[in-house]
């Protein structure tokens, strides 16, 4: 199919972020300021204060993906505000940009949840019927490889299965992700969400994690994220929860591909300095 299609998730409340910032050392003010006033993607971390989220449009852009769906907060104009200037518009003049807002309900202090996100864009994009899509995050950095090799997949629905000690992340952030179980044909059997001590210390060899990035028939999902149920702590309906009742009543119907590799990561304010010198390294030559 190979459709152009994605959405970008940047509905959060950024909690954990605005949380970090309060208690920040050693990080420049502006950035500070940025995290706690800000939906994480666009803290300017780049050079001249660039925003986050200019850097996965780049690799969106350069990937091949045209038609770009921007799932903001109600709290937060800072990414369609910035995205309407001239300059902007120039250097991502290859895509198209459109936003969806996901409300926050009544009687709660942040949105649904990530599934109820992507149901709002579907939907509202009742023309990408019968086509597919990618997910991810905006507070994450995937590689234009990553990115491609999604769009270009042959399966249906398909997501990346990054190995946990490729991330090079911290070891117990392990507790934060969503562990993948796979079948000998690289099929997804089953999701478990921020594992236990207990769960993990099961596991034997390799550790196979979500960075919640998916690629989706739109009938296919659609079902699933209908009738995902709230996390009885978390209080949010999860898109990897929706792709775990996906795989558990279809098998067969996801495709992992596995790949070790660093994704940089904005969670908390601790995050900044490697992510500027992953930026520093990998996109100071490049002109957009």
């Known amino acids: 199919m190979n459709e152009p299609n994605i959405i970008i998730l940047a509905g959060g409340i950024s909690s954990r972020m605005k949380k970090s910032a309060q208690s920040a050392k050693e990080i420049e003010l502006s950035l500070v300021e940025d995290a706690a006033a800000k939906s994480k993607s666009m803290i300017g971390v780049g050079a001249g204060h660039r925003p ?21 907060g109600e709290q937060d104009e800072s990414i369609r505000g910035y995205y309407s200037g001239k300059e902007q518009r120039e250097a991502f003049s290859k895509l198209s940009l459109t936003y969806i807002v996901q409300p926050i309900p009544p009687g709660r202090t942040k949105p649904l ?30 590689t234009q490889e990553a990115l491609s090799l999604l769009m270009k997949s042959p399966e249906r629905n398909s997501m990346i299965d990054y190995d946990f000690d490729g ?3 911290p070891g117990e ?116």
């Open 113 to 142: 949840g990530t599934a109820d996100a992507v149901l709002r864009v579907l939907e509202a994009r009742l023309d990408w019927k019968g086509k597919q899509f990618t997910v991810c995050n905006s507070d994450n950095l995937y």
């Open 173 to 288: 952030r392990i507790f934060q992700f969503a562990i993948l179980r796979t079948d000998n044909d690289g099929f997804l059997e089953s999701i478990l969400e921020k594992p236990s001590k207990e769960e993990l210390e099961e596991l034997k060899g390799r550790v196979g994690v979500s960075m919640n990035i998916f690629r989706f028939v739109y009938e296919d999902i659609l079902p699933f994220l209908q009738v995902v149920p709230l996390h009885p702590a978390r209080k949010e309906k999860e898109l990897p929860e929706a792709v775990r009742l996906m795989a558990a009543k279809q098998p067969h119907s996801m495709k992992t591909y596995r790949r070790a590799e660093y994704v940089p990561d904005l969670t908390t304010v601790s995050d900044i300095p490697a992510v500027q010198q992953y930026l520093q390294k990998h996109f100071s030559a490049k002109k957009f």
């Open 52 to 72: 986050f989220l200019d850097y996965l449009l780049y690799n969106i852009q350069e990937s091949g993906y045209r038609d770009v769906v921007l799932l903001i």
């Open 167 to 169: 991330l090079q992340f």
